[in-house]
């Protein structure tokens, strides 16, 4: 199965020929969406061509920053934020010709923006529980689409992750509940994966919120054992966990194209042999009374 990239390709685009070349050095102003909500605005002003700014807009920014999200931000933009753009949560300011010495790293952090924001409540995690620290029982929980959540609850040796998914669409219900079984099922068959589990009630580890059960919505939990987040593996986890929901419904849809392919196929199929059954045209010469011939084609009405 194809895994989503963690990157904005747009992002590491636009900034890479701009490090690279002065002719695109020019004034812009882009406007980018990206997963989950997220959307980004490049700019770059008339004055100043060798600056340019990027910010993002994200509806759950500050709930991310009382879970750690601030000190892991700045430990990895440092001198590059600057006080937010207006109707944006985080700004950067990028001076090309000061950067030119680290253009690859920042171009890498800036395309990981995204991910570098929802992920830092779990980078932060990760690392408290690799310490040894104790984050208490709390368990935080972060609503990152409409009416869809994601729950983190430490422990002293694991990490449980706990998504609530919507499936607006009764198709999408069905094909998400045999792909969610289907998934945890697997996981229970690779070595060393995360424990996962499937669930249309809320489970335990969330029952603090008081959840209802709703035909509607599925919840999916993913255990991380400390063998998940250690040093070599913990900036992968943070790749991969949290684009999990996008995940699924990426493969849902690649799903159900599949399928109208596959019933289109078919139709065409069946209008062959329909096709292939149709009888042939008749010609029958006819005189008239005095004697004139005439040639009458007989039609057949297609399928």
Not at 24 to 36: K, L, S, W
Not at 278 to 287: L, M, S, T, V, Y
């Amino acid at each position: 199965m194809i895994i989503i990239s963690p990157e904005n390709r747009i992002l590491r685009d636009v900034l890479t020929k701009r490090f690279k070349s002065q002719n695109e050095r020019i004034p812009c102003d882009i406007v980018i969406a990206d997963f989950d909500g997220v959307t980004y605005h490049i700019l770059t002003l008339r004055e100043e061509t060798n600056v340019v700014y990027v910010s993002v807009s994200i509806r759950i920014f500050e709930e991310l920053l009382n879970f750690g999200a601030q000190d892991i931000l700045t430990r990895i933009y440092g001198d590059l934020i600057v006080d937010p753009e207006e109707g944006y949560d985080f700004s950067l300011r990028i001076d090309l010709e000061e950067k030119k010495s680290d253009a690859a790293k920042i171009i890498k952090d800036v395309a990981l923006l995204r991910r570098n924001i929802i992920g830092a409540p779990f980078l932060f995690v990760f690392e408290a529980v690799s310490r040894g620290e104790d984050l208490g029982d709390q368990t935080a929980k972060f609503e990152y689409r409409s009416e869809e959540s994601i729950f983190l609850k430490p422990s002293t040796d694991k990490v449980t992750v706990v998504f609530s998914i919507l499936f607006k669409d009764k198709d999408d219900q069905v094909f998400g509940q045999v792909f969610l079984k289907e998934f945890a099922s697997q996981a229970k068959k690779v070595r060393n994966a995360p424990y996962v589990t499937y669930s249309k009630v809320p489970p335990q580890e969330i029952e603090e919120f008081q959840l209802k059960e709703r035909d509607d919505v599925a919840y999916l939990s993913v255990v991380l054992f400390e063998r998940h987040f250690d040093t070599r593996k913990r900036g992968t986890s943070v790749d991969l966990i949290p684009s999990l929901r996008d995940y699924i419904h990426y493969h849902l849809k690649c799903c159900k194209a599949y399928l109208h392919q596959r019933m289109r196929a078919r139709v065409n199929e069946f209008y062959k042999v329909l096709n292939r059954a149709r009888p042939q045209i008749e010609n029958k010469e006819k005189k008239t009374m005095s004697g004139r011939t005439f040639k009458q084609q007989k039609t057949v009405k297609r399928w």
